[in-house]
């Protein structure tokens, strides 16, 4: 079953992820190839002693990328489900209700959860011959929660994308804007390393909030 | 032993404070083809969507094959055929590609002939997109899709809907060789009353918030009659008379439709002080039947 729903998820949204990875692993190889070139020209040490003291991690650039990518990647995978109620056919397939949305996100999660993977390899491939251990992973740990936060804002954007009360979307729009706003609270090198636990925790919990929208909808409200 | 597939008992449903209908019963015996007739806005949709765990209902439940509908297990769903309103099917997948997908759920179950079969009278190409066919082929890639499933029960909304007469005929005339055939329940709703009249068994006639009749099509047919007579042209024909439907009263001729016998009509008319003369009454089709009892308006 599993597979028959990865199937059809990926015949919906295939194109979309092959253009939103490319682009998300695009901006993590120019990122790369921007600080080797830094390096190059104005030297390792004052790469390093700029990164120190202003704080600045240098890949800001890619801030908003997993978010952006991730929202998309809902919009792409429910918004056709909830066209005419399409839907209705999804939920009467003979696969438990709960198992057959979690697999849908457990379809989207997946290709996100790679897509950061396979950025985060390139970013540290990229800064292993220019930067030392501890200012790499600095630059990691900084953009972990800008990774957690597409994660974040897939869960969110299908919670509401799913939701079928206009007015009760609204109110989820406000909510889900409220708790990402969290992720980016501050750029500097290694701010979040105290609380990045709580991140970690509120990511996965999101996914929950879509069985309300999913309940919502086979009640039929309505406004 | 319980023979029915369907049972609704005490439906009472509301959007907002508009009452759709209150108390509603119905059954709906195995291999039964039952009909839910009415006009816009009168709940049949709403009936389905109760009906298929979509909606939930102000009070009142509804069991198919003896489970609440909104609570129908994975197992159970396999037995039931759904045409959603519009032959609403996935836009984004083709031909070939939504009998893969749907195929995997019904494993020994699946007639995939069933299924390519009907796409070959459409000829259409197995690479066509869903969202590149017209309505009337989309009807039928969601009745081969149905058909391949072969399920006990088919619930359908409006199936002819955005239908052209041709793929009406074809639709009516394949699902009802099949349901006939295998011994299939079917609950269907349609606003072509015509179509239905060749499909169904039994009727349920709804008007706003109430079951106007509940019946073999063959009853009602042999039992409903259109009666017209003359009339004084100042004759006053009240709105509402008793087992009298919507009396119209054009110059001097009175038409309505009525259950009753015609010495039982004559008998009304003359409690209800009309100065009749020349009264017939003939037989009536489905379609004259529905307007009769619900009025054009």
């Keep these: 079953m599993l ?97 057959l949305l979690g697999s849908m996100l457990l379809y989207g999660c997946s290709m996100l959860v790679c897509f950061s993977l396979i950025s985060f390899l390139i970013l540290y491939l990229s800064y292993s011959n220019i930067l030392p251990k501890e200012l790499q992973t600095g630059l990691l740990e900084s953009a972990l929660p800008w990774y957690l936060a597409g994660i974040c804002g897939y869960l969110f954007t299908a919670w509401i994308v799913l939701q079928p009360s206009t007015k009760k979307r609204i109110l989820q729009i406000i909510v889900a804007a409220f708790v990402l706003k969290i992720f980016f609270i501050t750029d500097c090198l290694g701010a979040y390393m105290p609380s990045l636990w709580l991140l970690l925790i509120i990511t996965p919990l999101t996914s929950i909030l879509s069985i309300i929208s999913l309940s919502d909808f086979k009640e039929g409200r309505q406004d | 032993m319980n023979n029915n597939v369907i049972e609704c008992i005490n439906l009472t449903h509301y959007y907002g404070k508009r009452l759709i209908y209150k108390d509603l019963n119905f059954n709906v015996p195995k291999g039964k083809i039952l009909g839910l007739l009415g006009k816009n806005g009168t709940g049949k949709t709403t009936t389905i969507n109760i009906l298929s765990g979509y909606l939930k209902p102000f009070s009142g439940k509804c069991l198919i094959f003896n489970q ?19 032959h609403v099917q996935y836009q984004f997948m083709n031909i070939e590609q939504i009998e893969k997908f749907y195929s995997a759920f019904f494993p020994g179950q699946w007639k995939r002939e069933a299924y390519y079969g009907l796409m070959e009278k459409l000829k259409v190409a197995p690479k066509q997109k869903i969202n590149k066919m017209s309505n009337g082929q989309r009807s039928q890639v969601a009745l081969g899709l149905i058909l391949a499933q072969n399920p006990e029960l088919l619930v359908l909304d409006d199936f002819s809907l955005g239908l052209d007469p041709g793929y009406r005929r074809l639709f009516v005339e394949y699902l009802r060789d099949y349901a006939k055939s295998e011994n299939k329940t079917v609950f269907l709703t349609s606003h072509i009353i015509q179509d239905m009249e060749q499909l169904i068994d039994d009727c349920i ?53 009525s259950f009753e016998p015609i010495e039982e009509v004559e008998k009304i008319l003359k409690k209800e002080c009309i100065d009749f003369k020349n009264l017939t009454g003939e037989n009536i089709n489905l379609e004259d039947a529905f307007i009769g009892l619900t009025g054009k308006y």
């Design chain 2, 68 to 86: 609440e509908a909104n609570a129908i297990r994975p197992e159970t769903r396999k037995r039931i055929g759904l045409l959603i309103e519009g």
């Design chain 2, 205 to 257: 006639i709804m008007d706003y918030g109430k079951i106007l009749v509940q019946m073999p099509v063959k009853n009602l047919l042999s039992t409903i009659k259109r009666y017209r007579c003359y009339v004084p042209e100042r004759q006053v024909v009240k709105e509402i008379i008793e087992k009298l439907y919507h009396p119209e009263k054009h110059n001097i001729l009175l038409e309505f439709y």
């Design chain 1, 3 to 99: 597979k028959a729903i990865f199937y059809k998820e990926w015949i919906k949204t295939g194109l979309y992820f092959s253009l939103a990875g490319l682009v998300m692993l695009g901006f993590a190889g120019y990122i790369g190839i921007y600080l080797n070139r830094i390096a190059d020209l104005a030297g390792m040490n004052q790469l390093w002693e700029y990164m120190l003291s202003s704080n600045e991690p240098m890949i800001t650039l890619l801030k908003y990328i997993p978010l952006i990518v991730g929202i998309g990647g809902a919009v792409a995978q429910f918004a056709p489900e909830m066209y005419r109620k399409c839907l209705k056919l999804t939920l009467h397939l003979p696969y438990e209700q709960h198992k």
